[in-house]
Every structure is written in C-alpha cells, then in structure tokens.
C-alpha cells in the first residue's frame, strides 16, 4: 500500500560519515512524522531521530551533534546524515512514516522500511 525504501547504508571506517535516504512511495494524503530507527546485533530497535511535518526534529541521546536529520516534502524523502560515526553505531537503520491514507482519516497509519545495513569498523 505503502512502500518505504531505505538506500546509503555500507562500510565505513569508524569517524566516517554516511548519509542515509528513505523515499516514501504509494497513494496517501499525506504524512506526518518521518523518522529513523536503528536494530544492533542482539539489541532491540530503538528511536534514533524523528523530525515532524513542520520540521521539529528529536534525537536519542547516543546520536546528539553527531547526527541530523532532515527531510524534502516535496520528494516525500527523509535523510539521516551520520557524522563521527562509532563502532555502536552498527546496526540496521529502519525508516519508519506516520502516513495519514485518506483526507477524512481521522488518525495515521504507521509503516516501516526493510532497512539498510550500516557497519563501522574500529
């Protein structure tokens, strides 16, 4: 219905950088929240940053100064860049949207991508 597609993820030397994309596709009236979760080795998936319709923006805590996210409405795209990227860091990065389907809905829909593989080496 509708379809999140993740793209950036790959091998990076720990300090590294990477920039990781998600482009929301199908037929909605519009989406919300568009955030970016992550899910290390044996460890639950957790928030890593969210950002708003008007642009309001949350953080865990482990990522502050170090990652931003941002977003292209027009594209329907969020992006998460990543900066002094660290070996704890590894993990896949999940894309998730609120999505409101209809103009008369009175709530949003939540959906999630497959994820992008992210590892840092020490």
């Known amino acids: 219905q509708v379809q999140l597609v993740e793209s950036g993820g790959g091998l990076v030397q720990a300090g590294g950088s990477l920039r990781l994309s998600c482009a929301a596709s199908?037929?909605?009236?519009?989406?919300?929240?568009m955030g970016w979760y992550r899910q290390g080795p044996g460890k639950q998936r957790d928030l890593v940053a969210t950002?708003?319709?008007?642009?309001?923006?949350n953080y865990a805590d482990s990522v502050k100064g170090r990652f931003t996210i941002s977003r292209d409405s027009a594209k329907n795209t969020v992006y998460l860049q990543m900066n002094s990227l660290k070996p704890e860091d590894t993990a896949v990065y999940y894309c998730?949207?609120?999505?409101?389907?209809?103009?008369?809905?009175?709530?949003?829909?939540?959906?999630w991508g497959k994820g992008t593989l992210v590892t840092v080496s020490s």
């Open positions: 998730n949207a609120g999505v409101k389907r209809y103009s008369y809905s009175f709530s949003a829909t939540n959906y």
């Open positions: 950002i708003t319709s008007g642009g309001s923006t």
């Open positions: 199908g037929t909605f009236f519009s989406i919300n929240t």
